[in-house]
Nanobody, 118 residues
Framework: QVQLVESGGGLVQAGGSLRLSCLAT????????MGWYRQAPGKERELAAC???????VYGDSLKGRFTISRENAENTVYLQMNSLKPEDTGVYYC????????????WGQGTQVTVSS
């Protein structure tokens, strides 16, 4: 079993940056892909970024170049660095664990709010 706890959300002006962190507990962290999904008000949850246990990454459409996902296995932590934020990046960001970045996650954190003001 994996438990996920996000932190680092908040309010930022357009053009600013935020770094989200997700602490995972459970022995399978090193063999599990970790991802960040986001859900804007009134919209479906969508992939922001995912990183495999190998370190390979996948990004949602148009996010690569502004968002960077990374992981620190020794700290059981995955990060999402978000730069050049736009108002349309506003939403709840969820950390997730999945056997593969090509699969929909089977473990979710509680979510952290990111609000980008114009």
């Amino acid at each position: 079993q994996v438990q996920l706890v996000e932190s680092g959300g908040g309010l930022v002006q357009a053009g600013g940056s935020l770094r989200l962190s997700c602490l995972a507990t459970g022995s399978i962290f090193r063999i599990t892909a970790m991802g960040w999904y986001r859900q804007a008000p009134g919209k479906e949850r969508e992939l922001a970024a995912c990183i495999a246990s190998s370190g390979s990454t996948v990004y949602g459409d148009s996010l690569k170049g502004r968002f960077t996902i990374s992981r620190e296995n020794a700290e059981n932590t995955v990060y999402l660095q978000m730069n050049s934020l736009k108002p349309e990046d506003t939403g709840v960001y969820y950390c997730a664990a999945t056997p593969s970045c090509s699969l929909y996650p089977n473990h979710w954190g509680q979510g952290t709010q990111v609000t980008v003001s114009s």
